[in-house]
């Protein structure tokens, strides 16, 4: 594809160590899609991971078969996390959250599937033993070599990560990660490299993904790093969009929007150096303070007992006031 088909706007200051960018994208055909990029200086802000464990915890075996979960009771969707009045029971500190200057969906699985985690603390946070991924019949630790975005210690880095059986080897200490197949490497465009299982071939392992990178259009979220060291996070929304006050949704529509690899070459348009891929389809959301929030409402059927509503996430990218 060529690379025109992106406008971006002119970079504005957000806030300090903050710039923002809009982005239209149109390919003539299917391919439509707008969203919002930030590049980020990670010694300006102070960055957090929220954890909502009701989603990574819970076993979704046999709900894959003939129904799909309903996200919506699980997790913690970001304009819940943003609406002071919809956050009880969440475990994070309300002077906090009144620093965030922004907030987006993390990992590609969103914990539904078992191959992605993020580490917060030092910690790596992954499904538990028993908890069954959506597309599994059985239990499967992570186990082999994973992309991972560093985001903590400064400067963020994107590096494989060996993890055994639940345990990651890495001997240098990392506080804050978030894993995803990688799409960009040194500049260019490696959405090639990432494997592929078909969602009627088992269970996803290791960088796996389960749609096409250059055929599936949705929604998407995906994180990039730049030769300067700071971090470009971009999600891009498909549909048909609906404005109430601060909040815009985009109504999902089949086989429209934006596919893995064009995310790849958006990423490097923006500068990045190298990327990995975020949640996608309606995994999509995005709070920028001063400038309302956006959310992918996914594309559901009730004859499969799916629910509508705005999905519920495992994990949470916050960025913070310092």
Known sequence: MSLTNFKISISNQLSKGINLHHIEFDDGKNGRAKGRSLTINLAEVDTRIYVFENLVNNNFYAIGKSNSPRLPNYGTSI???????????????????????????????????????????????????????????????????YNCMILSPNPPVVKNLSIMKNILQEKNNISLAISGPQIVSKGKNIVERIPVRIKEHGQTIGNEINYSPYDDRASFTAFGITDEGTLIAVSMFSGNSVQKGDLVTFKAEKDKGITLNEMANLLIELGARDGIAGGGSGDTQQFIKGEGTWVSMPRFQAKRGQVEGLRGLGAILCILTK
């Open 79 to 145: 304009p819940n996390l943003i609406d002071r009045k919809k956050r009880n029971g969440l475990d994070i500190p309300e002077d906090e959250l009144n620093l965030c200057l922004f907030a987006c969906n993390t990992i590609h699985t969103n914990f539904v599937r078992g191959n992605g985690f993020v580490i917060v603390d030092g910690k790596l946070i992954h499904k538990p033993q028993g908890a069954i991924a959506l597309d599994g019949e059985k239990y499967l630790p992570l186990d082999g070599t």
